[in-house]
């Protein structure tokens, strides 16, 4: 095996770990085209996180060691050692990988999938489906009190959000609540505007449920 393939294998094996660290972001974006529903999609994105990022890590070192045992016809300490440039270049490729795939096609699709998605106005938005497909029935257990002060424009902070399908779906979620009219994404920011004689910040908040958080930049009515 020469020098260039053996390159270009291990270039595949980091490519390989990055698709499958990713595939917790992808996933929800398939249920939601196959017709499952954005419950069931947000269920898996929340709960693979962490073992989808195991797993892609897990998958690129198997296929890295067996390329040292392709080589080398062993592997062992000393040939790990021998070939620890190979072994780089993959876990190098499989970080760069999964943000071009997380960050930029993923975010791209979820984008255009969840803009696409009819939108249902209910008093809680989604945030019932989503305490079921949790099991967390007390997460919308919230008394909708409207703030009574005409039209508002929130800013809030997103915090944990892991890929590029969290922000989409968290805009579509928000989307769904009676009373919104409008939200604009910005970086870290989603910007909602909402009709406060309909509803209140605290359902808004109480949508951005573990494991996400938000907190409010800035509020004003206009």
Known sequence: MGKKEGKKNYIWAGIAGGFTAATCCIAPIVIVLLGFG???GMAVMHQFHIVSIVSGIILMILISLYLVKRKSGVCNTKTIKQNWKGITVSFIILFVSWLIIN??????????????????KKPLG????????????????????????????????????FCGSCRPS?????????????????????????????TSKDVILATIHEPYSAKIISEKKI
């Open 170 to 198: 968290i805009e579509y979620d928000i989307k769904s609540i009676s009373g919104v009219i409008k939200t604009v994404l910005s970086g870290s920011s989603i910007f909602v505007t909402y009709d406060s004689d309909i």
């Open 38 to 40: 954005t419950a069931l």
């Open 126 to 161: 989604n945030l019932k489906e989503m305490a079921e497909a949790h099991n967390m029935l007390s997460m919308a257990n919230i008394e909708i009190v409207p703030e009574m002060q005409g039209k508002k424009v929130l800013q809030l902070e997103i915090e944990g959000v």
């Open 103 to 120: 960050y930029g096609l993923v975010g791209i699709v979820a984008s255009q999938v969840y803009g696409n998605l009819e939108v249902e």
